[in-house]
Structure formats: C-alpha cells, structure tokens
C-alpha cells in the first residue's frame, strides 16, 4: 500500500506571493491533518479535512487555509507569504482521524520543505 | 487543555547502553499518548501508543513506555541503543477531537 506522499517536496517563495501545497493520503484514508514544523516553535497544528469538510482548526491566521476534495486529497494554501512561514509541513492520513469515541492511527508524509525569501 | 513536556532536548548514550527519554504530560482527560520518531528528511513514524488498555506498551525497534498517571509520565525506554536509533523523538497527546499535541522533541545522539 502506498504512503502519504506530498508534492512539492521542496519550494522556494517570495514574501508576499502565495502557495499550494498538496497531500494524497492512503487509499482508504478519509482524514488528512496538516502540521507545521519550525525550530521554534516545533511541530503545531493547522487543520485536519474529514469528508471534505474542516472539522478541527489550530491556531494560525487566516492566510492559511486547505480544502479536501471527494478522493480525500488535500491541498493547503498560505497567502501573503511571510519569512516566518518557513517551515517543514507536514501532512498525515487516517481512517477516520479524531472521533471523540475512539483512535485512529495518523500516518505522515515526508513533507513539503518551504522556504520563504 | 492538553500539553506535553519533554524533560530533556538532547539525550546522548554509548550503543549498545539503554536509552531513557522522558516525558511528562497535562491532561483533563484520560490522555491518549504516543510517541513518535523523525529520522532526518523523513516524515515522522509511530513508535509506540497508550490509548487506556495495559500501561506498559511495547513498540516498534525494541522501545516501550510506561504511563503512570500518579507521576503523570510517559517515558520512553530501550534496553540497549543501535547506531540506527539516532534521530528525533517526540511525545505526543491527543486532544479528545484527535488533534495530535507534540512535545518540543528530544534528539537522541548514539555513539559508536
């Protein structure tokens, strides 16, 4: 079976311009999470997609946004790039992500490496 | 609300010693912990996971971890450490919505 995979896996942007960033989950795999990882901050949340639709959101200002489509492929897109945007992000799939109710295991993708200049 | 702490940024051991990597943990639930290793330019791989049932649990490559609710720990433990061990590890929490919450990492430097 096939992992995460994420393209591109490295980039190169601008302050100011803005950016996709994609991630095709498991097959099977209804939940994608976004994380952000600095070496300040560490590794944060973003968002996680579960059937098209945003159900859980971190703290990160509105330039950061994604969607998830009806193959459960998710893109996430940061406009107005900014220097601190830099960073390794990281996506990761699950059956069925967060419930409340029980655990799935979240499996992550090598990352997109972004560098903001 | 939920957080990890990671006693230790940098653990440092001979091969073939045990590994100890600590980590502590605040939660109003009864947490959900993992941990979690990121070899370098490779995405992060699931070691190990307490989700309620036994408290020792027993991962991947020879590591396990015991939860203790009393001193509200995690720690992380090998008997003996392999050259291939080096890398980041991390101590996570989940919320109840399953966001996963990370600890700041532990990097584990093995000597020859």
């Known amino acids: 079976k096939a992992g995460v995979t994420q393209t591109p896996r490295y980039l190169i942007k601008t302050r100011g311009q803005q950016v996709t960033l994609s991630c095709s989950p498991i097959s099977g795999h209804r939940s994608v999470s976004w994380y952000q990882q600095t070496p300040g901050q560490g590794l944060q949340f973003l968002f996680e997609y579960f059937s098209e639709t945003q159900r859980n959101k971190g703290n990160f200002p509105g330039r950061f946004s994604g969607r998830q489509f009806s193959n459960s492929r998710s893109e996430m897109n940061v406009s107005t790039l900014e220097l601190g945007d830099s960073a390794l992000y990281l996506c990761?799939?699950?059956?069925?992500?967060?419930?409340?109710?029980?655990?799935?295991?979240?499996?992550f993708g090598p990352g997109t490496r972004l560098t903001v200049t | 609300a939920q957080s990890v702490t990671q006693l230790d940024s940098h653990v440092s051991v001979s091969e073939g010693t045990p590994v100890l990597l600590r980590c502590n943990y605040s939660?109003?639930?009864?947490?959900?912990l993992f941990w979690y290793v990121q070899h370098p330019n490779k995405g992060l791989q699931l070691l190990l996971k307490?989700?309620?049932?036994?408290?020792l649990v027993k991962g991947i490559n020879g590591f396990e971890a015991e939860f203790k609710k009393s001193e509200t720990s995690f720690h992380l433990t090998k008997p003996s450490a392999h050259m291939s061990d080096a890398a980041e590890y991390f101590c996570v929490v989940s919320d109840p919505g399953g966001k996963l919450i990370f600890g700041q990492g532990t990097e584990l430097s093995v000597k020859p």
């Open positions: 990761a799939s699950s059956l069925a992500g967060g419930t409340g109710q029980g655990w799935y295991e979240q499996y």
């Open positions: 939660s109003s639930y009864s947490p959900s």
């Open positions: 307490y989700t309620s049932a036994a408290t």
